[in-house]
């Protein structure tokens, strides 16, 4: 069975600072994003990478309706929300898009997508999946992850280690 997933920003940006957006995209896995996290790649590659993959019907983007745009900038706004109005767009998608995974890098969203029981992973996930289905050799990984931790320090350190240690010896 397919695995449905629901890509924040920041993974995309890793992906295709990476070079291996393409891979991901050729997971047994539907990806999914929203309008919102389109806006934010700003970078005209970047954005040019990942609409090549909604162009090939890779991956589907969701938008929203006049009455959810607002109640997403009212929540934003609320005080001591710690969540932008492209993080609040992904929780509201994976709210109505039931049994997908939410990926992202942001603690933030991280933190409340779990307090709402959704089910929340990294991008340490993303590289466990390109390793078990074959499209990153062990050793490659590894030195992806090194160079993924030089540019993205929020990364957990040990679970980083513990699969260079694993992945480089092999």
């Known amino acids: 069975m397919e695995r449905l997933v629901v890509s ?12 291996i957006l393409a891979d991901f995209f050729f997971l047994p896995w539907e ?31 969701g938008s929203f309706s006049a009455e959810e745009v607002v109640a997403i ?16 767009s992904v929780i ?12 992202t890098g942001d603690k933030h969203l991280r933190e409340t997508a779990q307090k709402e029981g959704l089910e929340v992973h990294g991008i ?11 499209m990153l050799p062990e050793p490659l990984a590894a030195t992806l992850l090194l160079q993924l931790y030089s ?12 699969r260079i240690n694993k992945w480089k010896q092999l």
């Open 73 to 88: 900038h009212d929540q934003s706004n609320q005080p001591g929300c710690h969540l932008s109005p492209t993080d609040l």
């Open 151 to 162: 540019f993205n320090k929020h990364l957990p350190v040990t679970e980083i280690e513990d």
């Open 124 to 134: 340490l996930f993303v590289f466990d999946a390109l390793v078990e289905h074959g």
């Open 31 to 61: 990806i999914h994003t929203t309008d919102y996290v389109m806006d934010e790649l700003t970078d005209s590659a970047q954005y040019d990478a990942v609409i090549n993959f909604y162009d090939r019907g890779r991956l589907a983007v």
């Open 92 to 103: 509201q998608y994976s709210r109505k898009t039931k049994g997908c995974s939410i990926l």
């Open 8 to 19: 924040d920003t920041n993974i995309f940006i890793d992906l295709v600072k990476l070079g």
